[in-house]
């Protein structure tokens, strides 16, 4: 007969917490903490990206909540994509009394190199709930491409 | 089984992801205070406000397009949002307004008429 540990769900269980701490740490490890594709002249105030690669396009993400797309501005020269933008401080709302001021307003940039398989004449994008979503597809010559083999 | 496939099981058993609380602006005039809430990727149907007694309760799930790949830059959070505040006797309970706009929450709690500045007439 074969022992088999006895487990119950309802009972607290330390290792549970000890599992999750480890989580937890492992979560801080995946995440990118430092712009990595920051160039020289970005500044302090960048938004956060996720770059995302597929077989045949790139995917960027952009948190930039609260704006609209006229106030943003993104553009591609040789190779480099520059998201830009202004959020407006209304004249009124210097006068508002503030409780607790977290947000940040003024102007901020961010600047990424794009992989040289990223084709920008076909790049789209789309600004949803105060994501904008950047699609890049890859050059042909840059998708992998299946060749089947034939065994005579 | 190992302990990685374990602690994989307990991540699913919960499912449950992540929370935060949001960057928050919150100043009032005479008539209401309003807050601005930024929760980006949260749109009107995954945001959920209520009210449960003194408690305003403010939670939204946070949706990225997304892409079948690897990340080579990940530097936002995938974690919802959640946040409580108390409010006071002075807020109307009945009269709180929520906008959500490009990932900006914006509630407008007005203040109870009892206690709005009243000009007092003089005889």
Known sequence: MAIVRWKNNDLYDPWETMRNLQDEINHYFDMDRLPAGSGLFDRTNSPPIDVLESGNEFLINCEIPGMEKEDIELSVASQVLTIKGQKKIDAEDREKKYYRRETFSGSFQRTLSLPASADPEGIQAELKDGILSVKLPKKKEAIPKQITVKVN | ?123
């Open chain 2, 1 to 123: 089984m190992n302990r990685k496939e374990e602690s994989g099981k307990a991540l699913e058993k919960n499912e449950k992801k992540r929370t935060r609380t949001a960057c928050c602006d919150i100043f009032h005039d005479e008539k209401q205070v309003t807050l601005n809430l930024e929760m980006p990727g949260v749109s009107r149907e995954s945001l959920d406000v209520r009210i449960d007694g003194n408690l305003l309760i403010i939670t939204g799930s946070k949706k990225l397009p997304s892409l079948k790949g690897d990340f080579l830059i990940r530097e936002i959070r995938d974690e919802d949002y959640h946040q409580e505040f108390t409010l006071d006797d002075t807020i109307d309970r009945e009269k709180i307004q929520a906008v959500v706009k490009q990932g900006l929450v914006t509630l407008e709690l007005q203040k109870k008429e009892s206690v709005l500045p009243r000009r007092i007439t003089i005889n």
